[in-house]
């Protein structure tokens, strides 16, 4: 699985809390077991940006199962969680290094909640369709959000912006270690598999929106998405220098305005009869 920097994952978080879709909240509270204990696995949980979003916005009791296959991201997370949930009842966590795309649905056993962010684009179609099976074994909802769809709209626009977003996107569906990355297809090909299985799946885009307050995300942004279009299609590389060199201008100057798509499921497991 790719690493990723700490510094990155913190300097992102504001522009995903803002992105996440809100709207999918209500029907997952509606479905989480009322009484007890609600026990949340976040899935490559990086610093705990998820659960420090999410915690404070679902009441009960809570147990967070935090697993990255980085220690020091887990060190990070671990202790950086809101104490209370949304009604006021204790909120913990632990963490657990493992292989995630291991998991099996024993693995999920007394769990309520499989959480995850910014994952899907990054597993194979056979994992996701072995995460989204164990997941509907053990009988438990989950909440995948801010997986990439693909899409980018950059104002004002550049001649290069197709191209560059073609080949990023090319880049995201990489063949790596053996491994072919689903990128922008993971949001089709996870809601498909949950249907398959009997599960009820809800949508919602939840697109980053990059103005001139955001200016080190979109320099940061920038640098990665047209380094990556590179590292995909070496012979863009002259044409690509001049066009990252006029996007940071623009940042610079504050007029640079990024739209990153994103997609967000919410996933009920068959026996809750709620209609998608």
């Not at 880049?171 to 072919?180: D, E, L, S, V, Y």
């Not at 863009?236 to 201008?249: C, H, K, M, V």
């Amino acid at each position: 699985m790719t690493a990723f920097a700490p510094d990155w994952l913190y300097l992102r978080e504001p522009a995903d809390a803002a992105a996440r879709a809100t709207e999918l909240l209500e029907p997952l509270r509606e479905q989480l077991p009322p009484g007890g204990e609600l026990v949340v696995r976040d899935l490559g949980c990086g610093t705990g940006s998820l659960g420090r979003w999410l915690a404070a916005r679902l009441p009960g009791t809570q147990r967070w199962i935090l697993h990255d296959h980085d220690t020091d991201l887990l060190t990070h997370a671990r202790g950086s969680l809101p104490a209370t949930a949304l009604d006021g009842s204790p909120v913990t966590a632990v963490a657990e290094q493992r292989d995630i795309t291991a998991l099996r649905a024993a693995d999920l056993a007394g769990t309520s909640l499989v959480t995850a962010s910014a994952l899907l684009d990054l597993l194979t179609e056979a994992e996701v369709t072995a995460l989204a099976t164990a997941i509907v074994e053990a009988g438990c909802a989950a909440l995948f959000v801010l997986s990439v769809t693909g899409r980018v709209d950059l104002s004002p626009a550049d001649p290069l912006d197709d191209e560059v977003t073609a080949a990023f996107n090319a880049h995201q569906r990489r063949t790596t270690g053996g491994r072919q990355l689903l990128g922008p297809d993971a949001v089709d090909v996870a809601a498909a598999a949950f249907r398959r299985l009997g599960a009820t799946v809800v949508r919602a885009g939840s697109a980053w929106q990059l103005g001139p307050d955001e200016a080190e995300l979109q320099r940061q942004w920038l640098e990665g998405w047209v380094g990556a279009a590179v590292e995909q299609r070496p012979d863009l590389r002259p044409a690509a220098d001049g066009y990252l060199r006029r996007r940071l201008d623009l940042a610079q100057a504050g007029e640079l305005h990024a739209v990153v798509q994103h997609g967000d499921l919410l996933v009920l497991p068959p026996s809750s009869g709620a209609v998608a």
